[in-house]
């Protein structure tokens, strides 16, 4: 299977709320980061797997990625690739992710995030009120990528 790899624009904000809505992640704040959005789409332009940087002063939020059961590992690698990209284009230094998937941590630790702790945070990261929902479930892992 073939795989188009696309920056999101205004016109995809429709498509890419609803695919967030029916994989129960908020798409709060999307129309504010739609360019920063990267798409992985099939040949017939279903939208299949998604990845945003939220910049936040020079540190960037991993933020909405989700992914439909047929995209493989290597697949997800590319994605990354391109959201990395995103954030360096943007001048980012560094990104932050937080999961409360333990089995997502060990793919992450291979793309080259270590764990960090809540207190490592910088403040305006703190403040973004899609990390303080993910940090209220039990388990939620912090993890950063210096650029």
């Not at 016109?11 to 809505?21: Q, V």
């Not at 999307?30 to 959005?37: A, E, P, R, V, Y």
Request: hydrophobic residues 45%; proline residues 3%.
């Amino acid at each position: 299977m073939t795989w188009k790899i696309r920056s999101a624009n205004q016109e995809d904000l429709p498509k890419l709320e609803a695919f967030l809505t029916e994989a129960g992640v908020s798409a709060e704040g999307l129309n504010d980061s739609i360019q920063n959005f990267s798409l992985m789409e099939n040949q017939e332009g279903e939208l299949k797997a998604c990845l945003g940087v939220e910049p936040v002063g020079n540190a960037g939020l991993l933020r909405s990625f989700v992914v439909s059961p047929q995209i493989g590992q290597p697949d997800l690698m590319l994605l990354f690739k391109r959201a990395f990209l995103t954030a360096k284009n943007q001048e980012l230094d560094e990104l932050y992710l937080v999961t409360n998937k333990m089995s997502a941590v060990s793919f992450f630790s291979s793309l080259g995030f270590e764990m960090v702790n809540q207190s490592e945070l910088p403040e305006t990261i703190l403040e973004k009120s899609h990390l303080k929902q993910v940090l209220t479930v039990d388990n939620s892992a912090i993890m950063k990528i210096i650029l």
